[in-house]
C-alpha cells in the first residue's frame, strides 16, 4: 500500500531541539492529510500536529509555539521541528497519512514511530 518511515528521534537535554522526519513510499498515491501524534504508556495517543494537502495547520496546545510541522508534496515527506522539548514531550512520536492510492483506492497508513527521550 503506502508505508510510512519516521525518523531522527533520539536523546535529548530538556530545552534541546529535534527534527523529525516521516517519508512516504509506494506507488500512484497521492497523500491529502499528514499528521504527527505521539504515545507514552498509560496515556492514548495524541495528535501532535496536523498539516493538509494544502499547507493549513493545526497544532496541541500543549506543543503550539515549539513545535512546527511542514511538508513537501512533491518529495511525499513530512517534518516536526521541535524546540525548547520538555520532559513531558518524551513519546513515540508516529507519522500519520491518509489519501488515495492507485487513483481511487483509499489508504490510512502508519509509521511504526520513533522515540523521542530525555537524559535526565
Known amino acids: 500500500q503506502v508505508q510510512l518511515v519516521e525518523s531522527g528521534g533520539g536523546l535529548v537535554q530538556p530545552g534541546g531541539s529535534l527534527r523529525l522526519s516521516c517519508a512516504a513510499s509506494?506507488?500512484?498515491?497521492?497523500?491529502?492529510?499528514m499528521g504527527w501524534y505521539r504515545q507514552t504508556p498509560g496515556k492514548e495517543r495524541e495528535l501532535v500536529a496536523g498539516?493538509?494537502?494544502?499547507?493549513?495547520?493545526n497544532y496541541a496546545d500543549s506543543v503550539a509555539g515549539r513545535f512546527t510541522v511542514s511538508r513537501d508534496n512533491d518529495k511525499n515527506t513530512m517534518h516536526l521541528q521541535m524546540n525548547s522539548l520538555k520532559p513531558e514531550d518524551t513519546a513515540v512520536y508516529y507519522c500519520n497519512a491518509r489519501g488515495v492510492w492507485q487513483g481511487w483506492r483509499s489508504f490510512d497508513s502508519w509509521g511504526q514511530g520513533t522515540q523521542v527521550t530525555f537524559s535526565s
Open positions: 509506494g506507488s500512484g498515491f497521492r497523500i491529502d492529510d
Open positions: 498539516i493538509t494537502r494544502g499547507g493549513r495547520t
